[in-house]
């Protein structure tokens, strides 16, 4: 008796959390959450995108078998450039966090799950840290769309992150270097690189604003890891808001 209500018990409490995950994810809950909002202004804002590479978000890229589906359903490719586009028409700094691994790197004695799947399959690999041969259409090159926008010379690009957030780059330099402190963060993959970015700005004192649909996450059975990250960024994030509702804050920045 005492194990079958312990069984129910554990039922009820996976029932609320589903609720709850669901309520925060679809809205529901803006009334009872604080919503603090990010006013975007010229001078201190930038736009930040981590991972706007070929492995995340091309069809023939490593990765695509498991963010693919992700990526399609938010219109991930389409958003990014929108939000390039808008952040270059409106002057506003773009710094890119990439990916890189080096041939060193995979001689890490120990790694996390998805480090051991991304080296296994050759994610962003490049052949030196001091070359770029074989760099020009490889996993870990930009998308070619985005390429007009991230080498115009203006484009902030930061050494690589390492695992998942910036303590193991120059992003946070960079940013400081440029008087930023309000960020609109973009990027793949949502519940990786771009979650561990917003926690790290977080800590460091910036206002990160999410964009909901110019990110997505991995599908693997029983694992939806975009829906997850939505809880997270909700609950740290100062705002969370789609695409169409950054580019327009951006074209009325002042």
């Given at each position: 008796m005492k194990i079958k209500c312990k069984t129910i018990e554990r039922i009820?409490?996976?029932?609320?959390?589903?609720?709850?995950?669901f309520a925060i994810t679809s809205g529901a809950v803006n009334a009872a959450l604080p919503d603090p909002g990010v006013l975007?202004?010229?001078?201190?804002?930038?736009?930040?995108?981590?991972?706007p590479q070929n492995d995340f978000l091309s069809p023939k890229g490593v990765a695509w078998g498991v963010v693919g589906e992700s990526v399609t359903?938010?219109?991930?490719?389409?958003?990014?450039?929108?939000?390039?586009k808008a952040a270059k028409k409106n002057k506003l700094p773009v710094f890119v966090s990439p990916h890189y691994y080096y041939p060193h790197d995979h001689q890490w004695k120990h790694e996390?799950?998805?480090e051991v799947l991304m080296h296994k399959i050759g994610m962003f690999d490049r052949k030196s840290p001091l070359s770029t041969?074989?760099?020009?259409?490889?996993?870990a090159d930009w998308l070619k769309r985005y390429k007009p926008y991230i080498n115009d010379?203006?484009?902030?690009?930061?050494?690589?992150?390492?695992?998942y957030g910036p303590e193991t780059n120059d992003l946070v330099l960079q940013l400081r270097k440029q008087g930023i402190n309000k960020?609109?963060?973009?990027?793949?993959?949502?519940?990786?690189?771009?979650?561990?970015?917003?926690?790290?700005?977080?800590?460091?004192?910036?206002?990160?604003?999410?964009v909901s649909d110019a990110t997505a996450g991995a599908k693997l059975p029983g694992m939806d890891s975009y829906k997850a990250s939505l809880v997270n960024f909700r609950m740290i994030a100062s705002a969370l808001r789609d695409?169409?509702?950054?580019?327009?804050?951006?074209?009325?920045?002042?």
């Open positions: 009820r409490a996976a029932s609320v959390m589903t609720v709850a995950m975007l202004t010229r001078g201190d804002t930038a736009l930040v995108v981590t991972d359903e938010n219109n991930t490719v389409e958003n990014l450039e929108k939000l390039f996390g799950a998805l041969n074989g760099f020009k259409g490889s996993g010379g203006k484009t902030v690009v930061t050494s690589p992150h390492k695992v960020i609109v963060l973009a990027g793949m993959s949502s519940n990786l690189c771009t979650e561990s970015h917003l926690r790290e700005l977080t800590e460091q004192g910036f206002e990160v604003q999410v695409t169409k509702t950054t580019v327009k804050q951006m074209n009325n920045i002042k």
